[in-house]
C-alpha cells in the first residue's frame, strides 16, 4: 500500500477514537524534515531548482532575475531549453555572505 496512515486514519475513525487525537499520532510518526545545513552540505555540488533557491533566500521570482541579469546573484546551468538550476554550493556562499 502506498499510504498506510490511511488505513491508520480508517482504522480509528471506525473504532471511535477521537480524529484530532490520531491526526495528532500520525504527525508524530511522519519522517523528519532535514535541517537546513543538511541541505547546504552535499557530497556532491546538488543543484537547487528555482522554489528551493526562493526558500532560502527571501525575494521574489521577479527580484531573483533581476539580480541573475545584474550578476548580483550566480548564474544558473541549463538543463534543457526551458529548465534552469543552481549550484548549492552557488547558494550556500550566497547565503552566508548575507546577500
Given at each position: 500500500m502506498?499510504?498506510?496512515?490511511i488505513?491508520d486514519?480508517c482504522t480509528?475513525l471506525?473504532?471511535?477514537?477521537?480524529?484530532?487525537?490520531?491526526?495528532?499520532d500520525?504527525?508524530?510518526?511522519?519522517?523528519?524534515?532535514?535541517?537546513?545545513d543538511?541541505l547546504?552540505?552535499p557530497s556532491?555540488?546538488?543543484?537547487?531548482?528555482l522554489?528551493?533557491?526562493?526558500?532560502l533566500?527571501?525575494v521574489s521570482?521577479?527580484t531573483?532575475?533581476a539580480?541573475?541579469?545584474?550578476g548580483?546573484?550566480?548564474?544558473?546551468v541549463s538543463?534543457?531549453p526551458?529548465?534552469?538550476?543552481?549550484?548549492?554550493?552557488?547558494?550556500?556562499?550566497?547565503?552566508?555572505?548575507?546577500?
Open positions: 502506498a499510504y498506510p496512515w488505513s486514519i480509528a471506525i473504532s471511535g477514537d477521537s480524529f484530532m487525537q490520531t491526526q495528532h500520525l504527525l508524530l510518526r511522519l519522517p523528519a524534515v532535514p535541517e537546513l543538511s547546504m552540505q556532491r555540488d546538488s543543484l537547487l531548482r522554489p528551493a533557491v526562493l526558500a533566500v527571501p521570482r521577479a531573483w532575475y539580480g541573475v541579469k545584474s548580483r546573484y550566480p548564474q544558473p538543463l534543457g526551458r529548465c534552469v538550476a543552481w549550484r548549492a554550493s552557488d547558494i550556500q556562499q550566497l547565503v552566508s555572505q548575507g546577500a
